[in-house]
């Protein structure tokens, strides 16, 4: 047999993959929301366009608790919709 003891934190462990888990699900949840108003606008962010339904107008922060934790949302201000 072998000297060599592998030891591992486990608690180390379990808070890596929660922060990894938290901010995978944070950029998803981003990207969906940047998505979703690029469909409702009509057109991606500074885009020209003669299609283009209305425009963007910066975002705002917005907070969702998770199972993982506080996921921080930029949600996008959209104007000239109904």
Do not use: C, F
């Amino acid at each position: 047999m072998s000297n060599n003891i592998i030891q591992l934190n486990q608690e180390l462990i379990h808070n890596e993959l929660k922060d990894l888990v938290k901010n995978s699900v944070e950029e998803t949840l981003n990207a969906l929301l940047d998505h979703e108003a690029e469909n409702l606008v009509n057109a991606q962010k500074y885009e020209r366009s003669a299609n283009r339904q209305g425009y963007r107008a910066g975002h705002y922060n917005r907070k969702l608790q998770t199972t993982a934790g506080n996921v921080d949302l930029k949600v996008p201000k959209l104007k000239g919709l109904s």
